[in-house]
């Protein structure tokens, strides 16, 4: 079956250190990757996406590259804000068959000031 | 334009009691999810709806757990006959098309508390 694996949290960091969130997943076809982002209080909401091998998902700051033969999708910023902090999810869906998006547990970022 | 929106935002009640939780998702969107979120589980989802199919329900996790879709558009999840371990946030979800490969819009979910 597919499964996504995430680094366990809490992450925590300095204002304008480095993030990275390790995931990496195990899929039967070739998924889009995705990483969606809780804020306290929120609903998730998408960060950013890739849909192919090599592509690289960018907003806010944050990158993730598509690795095919590392079978993983990090997410990295190269400084963090304390708005930052929140629950970041990664997650992977398979066009055709079966339409339910395959979750990872989600890692929790904290940024001091 | 609105988002997902999702009533109650808390609801608490007694165990062996009934709830009914609301989505109201974005106009347009076809797909509709309901996923639970337990503290440190991540997301699990339950029941999948798109257009007028069938729903998906193999994430329901007993037959306590049924939810509808109407005129393709609100949903309503209910639990009967409560249980502690019922005790979670459910997310609601949509999305413009079937394909699972879109974006998802989430809801602000409903903290559900059985005592």
């Known amino acids: 079956g597919n499964s996504v694996t995430q680094m366990e949290g809490p992450v925590t960091l300095s204002e304008e250190a480095f993030l990275t969130i390790n995931c990496t997943y195990t899929a039967t076809g070739y998924p889009s990757l995705f990483w969606y982002v809780q804020y306290p209080g929120e609903g998730l909401q998408l960060l950013l996406k890739a849909t192919k091998a090599d592509d690289k998902g960018s907003n806010k700051g944050f990158e993730a590259t598509y690795r095919k033969e590392t079978t993983s999708f990090h997410l990295e910023k190269g400084s963090v804000q304390v708005s930052d902090s929140a629950v970041y999810f990664c997650?992977?869906?398979?066009?055709?068959?079966?339409?339910?998006?395959?979750f990872g547990r989600g890692t929790s970022l904290i940024v001091h000031p | 334009g609105a988002g997902v929106s999702q009533s109650p935002s808390n609801k608490v009640t007694e165990k062996g009691k009934d709830v009914e939780l609301r989505c109201d998702p974005i106009?347009?969107?076809?797909?509709l999810y309901w996923y639970r979120q337990s503290l440190g589980q991540g997301l699990e989802f339950l029941i999948y709806?798109?257009?007028?199919?069938?729903?998906?329900k193999s994430g329901l996790p007993s037959d306590r757990f049924s939810a509808e879709r109407t005129g393709g558009s609100v949903s309503t999840l209910t639990i009967q006959r409560t249980q502690q371990e019922d005790s979670a946030v459910y997310l609601c979800?949509?999305?413009?098309?079937?394909?699972?490969?879109?974006?998802?819009?989430f809801g602000p979910g409903t903290r559900l508390t059985v005592l």
């Open positions: 997650a992977l869906a398979l066009s055709g068959g079966s339409y339910i998006p395959t």
């Open positions: 709806f798109q257009g007028n199919s069938a729903p998906d």
């Open positions: 979800a949509s999305s413009f098309s079937a394909g699972g490969t879109d974006t998802q819009y």
């Open positions: 106009s347009g969107h076809t797909a």
